[in-house]
């Protein structure tokens, strides 16, 4: 969905040099990465996951347990502090070792508006060094009346493939017939196919107004 933006530890970022010194890349030593659906409802909670991952060494300097913080925003700011809004999550995790690190969290949060929202997570102590943050997942919350509609947009989508499916196998069985046959019953064919290709534009523009609520919500 996003690639969560990693934020070294002050001085600690280490450059990876490439398959004959071609250049070199930045590494991610910590990263903290946030996952969302696409979709949520206003005051209606959804699932949120954070997971952390940490190389050997790079989080030695932090001995006391790390933090989890996340706010849903227009906009992150550069710390949870210089965020606007209040708290969506919090959590504890255990303090690092030499080793490599990884941990994930999970919660219920809830957005207060309708709007696009940020999740904006980040790592850091109870100092409140920051370790790493994630301002990339976007959350499309919408009001109950527009999940309602993407409900029912869904709905009609779904019930214009069928008719969709239906009409085609209708028309080609009379298309088989046709060149076959004969007076009276060639002329009834004929008009049956004009009027199941009519009923079948008719499903297409269903379809086409559906799928645009559809995509409309997200």
């Given at each position: 969905?996003?690639?969560?933006?990693?934020?070294?530890?002050?001085?600690?970022?280490?450059?990876?040099?490439?398959?004959?010194?071609?250049?070199?890349?930045?590494?991610?030593?910590?990263?903290?990465?946030?996952?969302?659906?696409?979709?949520?409802?206003?005051?209606?909670?959804?699932?949120?996951?954070?997971?952390?991952?940490?190389?050997?060494?790079?989080l030695?300097?932090?001995?006391?347990?790390?933090?989890?913080?996340?706010?849903?925003?227009?906009?992150?700011?550069?710390?949870?502090?210089?965020?606007?809004?209040?708290?969506?999550?919090?959590?504890?995790?255990?303090?690092?070792?030499?080793?490599?690190?990884?941990?994930?969290?999970?919660?219920?949060?809830?957005?207060?508006?309708?709007?696009?929202?940020?999740v904006?997570?980040?790592?850091?102590?109870?100092q409140?060094?920051?370790?790493?943050?994630?301002?990339?997942?976007?959350?499309?919350?919408?009001?109950?009346?527009?999940?309602?509609?993407?409900?029912?947009?869904?709905?009609?989508?779904k019930?214009?493939?069928?008719?969709?499916?239906?009409?085609?196998?209708?028309?080609?069985?009379?298309?088989?017939?046709?060149?076959?046959?004969?007076?009276?019953?060639?002329?009834?064919?004929?008009?049956?196919?004009?009027?199941?290709?009519?009923?079948?534009?008719?499903?297409?523009k269903?379809?086409k107004?559906?799928r645009?609520?559809?995509?409309?919500?997200?």
């Open positions: 969905m996003r690639r969560a933006a990693a934020v070294a530890l002050g001085g600690l970022a280490a450059l990876l040099a490439l398959a004959g010194g071609a250049g070199a890349a930045l590494l991610e030593p910590v990263t903290v990465t946030a996952s969302a659906p696409e979709t949520a409802i206003v005051r209606t909670p959804f699932k949120l996951e954070v997971a952390v991952e940490a190389e050997a060494e790079t030695a300097i932090a001995a006391q347990p790390l933090r989890v913080l996340v706010k849903l925003a227009p906009e992150c700011g550069g710390s949870f502090a210089g965020t606007e809004g209040p708290a969506a999550l919090e959590a504890t995790l255990p303090a690092p070792g030499a080793g490599a690190y990884s941990q994930t969290v999970t919660g219920k949060v809830t957005a207060a508006s309708a709007g696009t929202e940020v904006c997570a980040f790592l850091d102590d109870a409140e060094r920051q370790f790493a943050t994630d301002t990339e997942e976007e959350v499309t919350v919408l009001s109950r009346g527009a999940a309602r509609q993407c409900a029912a947009g869904r709905k009609r989508l019930a214009s493939k069928r008719q969709l499916k239906r009409l085609e196998r209708r028309i080609h069985k009379v298309k088989r017939q046709l060149p076959h046959a004969q007076g009276a019953h060639r002329k009834a064919l004929a008009h049956k196919l004009r009027v199941l290709r009519a009923h079948e534009r008719k499903v297409l269903r379809r107004a559906a645009k609520a559809v995509a409309a919500c997200s």
